[in-house]
């Protein structure tokens, strides 16, 4: 059998400099504010800095579970949720501290969630891999790799059935695309027509699994949509402009055409699967990671680029920085403050629903509150 090109190699050093021409231009980015575009740099290091500062404490052994972590993926969460309206939902997989931190959520409550503390978004029951802020449309954070994908499916369904305009933004990892769940899911989404937007983050490693040995590909994992009538699409994930301009057709094709759509998104994780990857250091060189965050770090090239658009100084970045550690730290504080959950509470918010008597518990109608 002849090999398969890899079309998405790992970067080298001479693909270092973005057209800077490019996304700004698109209507979605062209009417952006100076405010808003620092805001964007302001949620990706405040992702950042949390989950360095999760770090610090997972290696003092005061967590448990596992701790997986998004660093280096950061434009991809805030650059796709920057774009959620009102009756848009997201779910993704365990690697979520990104996604919730870019929704909404605080950091105290996911800081505490990951000490297990009784404050924390989950009660302390879930940990890192189960965020969720049903108040902000977020719907985790889940273990079984694929296993969101016919979940993201179900949100769909249920804005179509409600007559809502709005879509679900799945995002699961490039490994996911492995799933029998998902071919399902992408099977019923063209068939029903309903507005997903599937988003692989694909950051080129599943576990310590590089993806040509773990992908049958032609061009591109998103590709394979074609097998399903879905329009598909790649965006560069480094670059916040074009993850915006590539969402934001798919949304709209969502919510105007009630239609499905498969974006992969190229980007890279620094740290290994999980901080508990005993594999770290032997699927990949230290080369390569130095790579990507010399020439590929999604908020080094947001702020040049602010820097060079004239909205933003050194200085104000250092300022920003400086408030998300703080922050970080803060968070840290409050869950170490925290208590731990009492162990009569074990049973409760398991099936939060029926706990809290709602509609969704009574008549097994999940995730819509209205
Ligand atoms: C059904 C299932 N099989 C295996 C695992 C173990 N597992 C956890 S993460 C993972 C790799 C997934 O990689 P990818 O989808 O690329 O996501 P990433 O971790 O890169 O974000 C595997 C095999 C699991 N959690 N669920
Ligand atoms: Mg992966």
Known sequence: MPKLPNPMPIATDDEVALDPADYARAEINASLKPKQKIGFLREMIRIRRFEQTSLKYYNQGVMGGFLHLYIGQEAVAVGTVSLLGKNDHVITAYRDHGHALAVGMGMNECMAELFGKATGCSRGKGGSMHFFAPDKNYWGGHGIVGG?????????????????KGCALCFMGDGAVNQGAYHESLNLAALWKLPVVYIIENNKYSMGTTLERSSAMRNCLAERADGYGIVWDIANGEDLYEV?????????????????TVLEVDTYRYYGHSVADANAKKYRSPEEIERYKNHHDPIRLWKKRLIDEGVLTEADADAIDEAAKEEADTAAQFAIDSDTPAPETIFEDVYWEVDNKTEAGSTGKHFFSE
Request: overall charge positive.
């Open 244 to 260: 915006r301009a590539k969402t934001a057709s798919a949304m709209r094709r969502a919510h105007d055409q009630s239609l499905p």
């Open 148 to 164: 969101q994908t016919p979940l993201g499916l179900g949100l769909a369904y249920g804005l179509k059935y409600k007559g809502l």
